[in-house]
């Protein structure tokens, strides 16, 4: 089977990608992209999400590439039929070596050790990205690369909603928004997640292996929170608080809600949405 456009367009990316770290610090990264698709609160049937999930570190040398990635993923929707929705989730066990990442988690490290388990991996690594729960991508294996997206983009999913998403009056740090999930005709009994992540942040790294890089991510998360449950056959639906991080612009911050199977398993539906929108 030959590998489709979109499969070589994102080898192609990545390979180019994966030479940017050799690069002196002053010729940029040559990315300057403009988003072409708004945030939506729900997917069309004709643009069925596929959550991309990346776990990275502004302390690992290999990943400014695989984050540049995400950006790209996240502004130009390079896939045919899917609403990619990204997440950027920054791992804590690069913090010992000369740089500190300042949105670095415990929880998130210890998710992509759930991961690391669940698909009978040797060993977490960065960057690493996980598509819809179940699958890796391979920059160096076109035909993997358009086997995870082409499964991810024909899978069935289940509808999900995120209300408009309010600031609170009376509190800015405080977020609200209703989470619907429509799971009447799915077989599975599953997790509902939200997760607050920083639209764009932008760092100047002072020490470590990236040590004088201005290094940019998309979609970086602050908050993954468990709200509830989704029983096979059932709906869901919540309003739900979410608290910001001390100094959060809420204007830069975007809601991601997503189903998943236990374990961590398959990611049965997605959605995303930014205040005011």
């Excluded at 979109?6 to 002196?24: D, I, K, R």
């Excluded at 609403?83 to 066990?93: K, T």
């Excluded at 993954?224 to 100094?247: C, D, M, R, W």
Aim: with cysteine.
């Amino acid at each position: 089977m030959r590998p489709t456009v979109f499969a070589v367009l994102l080898l192609s990316l990545l390979l180019s990608l994966l030479l940017l770290p050799m690069a002196p610090a002053a010729a940029g990264w040559g990315l300057q992209v403009e988003s072409k698709t708004p945030l939506s609160e729900t997917s069309s049937s004709e643009n069925r999400p596929v959550l991309v999930e990346l776990f990275t570190s502004e302390g690992c040398s290999s990943c400014p590439p695989a984050d540049a990635l995400l950006l790209k993923l996240d502004t130009s929707q390079p896939i045919p039929g899917a609403r990619v929705i990204v997440l950027s989730e920054h791992v804590d066990y690069w913090d010992h070596d000369g740089w500190k990442d300042p949105n670095s988690s415990a929880a998130l490290t210890e998710r992509q050790a759930a991961y690391v388990r669940a698909l009978g991996l040797v060993t977490a690594y960065t960057p690493q990205f996980v598509v819809d729960g179940t699958s890796e991508i391979r920059a160096n294996d076109p035909q993997q690369v358009d086997g995870v997206f082409h499964r991810a983009t024909a899978a069935p999913k289940i509808p999900v909603h995120i209300g408009e998403v309010m600031v609170d009056a009376g509190d800015p740090a405080v977020l609200r928004a209703r989470i619907d999930a429509d799971g009447a005709s799915d077989t599975h009994n599953a997790d509902v997640y939200v997760a607050v992540a920083l639209d764009r942040v932008e760092s100047q790294i002072l020490r470590g292996e990236n040590g004088g890089r201005h290094l940019t991510h998309v979609a970086v998360v602050q908050q993954l929170t468990k709200v509830g449950k989704l029983a096979k056959g059932k709906s869901f639906g919540e309003t739900v608080q979410l608290k910001l991080k001390p100094g959060t612009d809420p204007n830069n911050v975007r809601v991601v809600a997503f189903i998943q199977e236990p374990g961590p398993g398959s990611v049965l539906g997605a959605a995303v949405r930014k205040p005011g929108s």
